[in-house]
């Protein structure tokens, strides 16, 4: 494997705080990457950004990071502003992205993907849950409209997942870990001022329909199907998944935080985000 750089980073101009890393090589898929509450778009994933240097699967891979502000941000105006600007990078190539300054990253910018997966930590998991239902959703309702659907691109990911939030926060939850770290009620009057935070409390509205709509859409869209990787023990939130998922696995002596950030050490989640399974 090259010991030179495998991807360019490319901070995408109308979509602020979203990151794409573009390979160097042919890449032959594309995988969206949703970090969770408080995360960031590239730091939640640790090294998946120079996976290409050590594995040749990622090395063909272009990675769009998705990044948006988790405390302020309406869950569901995140997935639909997943779902709506997808096209612009799938299935063909960010078009932007393969010219900068008169030099492409690679000799073919044009080829569109033949695969797309779509990573989701915690609160990102939910976000790409919301963003696919949806789809599926409009998909249902244009065409018994006699209309064609928009926006459906986000329907032919793999839905990969590290320790979502779909059931929600456990009762210590995100307080938990603020009070473990000595933050002090400030930080929890704010937390409890997110919208986000709100919405992640267990059987809130917004759960329970999610959940509802992916367990009735899932027989006839089987990309709502979603394959897990919980962290254990996690202390963050609800490790249960829906009626409709594949049966999940766990990974010991990992935390919530860190179950989605591979290192030379642990290395599963790159295998994970490739496979959607435990080697």
């Known amino acids: 494997m090259s010991a030179g750089p495998s991807h360019t980073r490319y901070e995408v101009g109308d979509l602020p705080g979203w990151v794409l890393y573009v390979s160097h090589s042919r890449a032959v898929r594309l995988v969206v990457f949703v970090h969770g509450f408080r995360g960031k778009a590239v730091a939640t994933w640790d090294e998946f950004s120079s996976s290409g ?6 090395r063909d891979t272009d990675m769009l990071f998705v990044g948006y502000d988790s405390a302020h941000d309406n869950i569901t105006a995140v997935a639909d502003r997943v779902r709506t600007n997808l096209r612009k990078f799938y299935p063909k190539p960010h078009t932007p992205a393969m010219n900068l300054g008169g030099t492409t990253p690679r000799d073919d910018t044009s080829t569109p993907y033949g ?36 926006h459906q691109e986000i329907l ?9 939030a779909s059931a929600g926060f456990r009762p210590a939850g995100m307080l938990g870990l603020v009070k473990a770290s000595g933050l ?14 709100t919405d992640l409390q ?8 999610t959940r509802n709509r992916t ?9 709502l199907r979603a394959r897990i990787l919980w962290a254990n023990p996690d202390d963050v939130v609800n490790t249960e998944r829906y009626n409709t998922d594949f049966v999940a696995e766990t990974v010991d002596q990992q935390s919530h935080s860190t179950v989605c950030k591979p290192n030379p050490q642990y290395g599963l989640p790159l295998h994970f985000g490739a496979t959607g399974r435990r080697p």
């Open 53 to 58: 240097h050590t594995d040749l699967w990622w």
């Open 115 to 150: 695969e797309l997966v779509a990573l989701g930590h915690s609160l990102g998991g939910l976000v790409l849950r919301r963003a696919m239902a949806d789809a599926a959703q409009d998909r249902l309702d244009s065409e018994t409209a006699g209309e064609k659907p928009q």
């Open 156 to 164: 032919n990911a793999k839905l990969r997942l590290f320790s979502p």
């Open 184 to 197: 002090g009620t400030v930080v929890e009057m704010y937390l409890r001022r997110s919208s986000a935070y």
């Open 202 to 209: 267990p059987g809130s509205e917004l759960l329970v329909t």
């Open 215 to 223: 367990e009735q859409l899932a027989p006839q869209f089987s990309q």
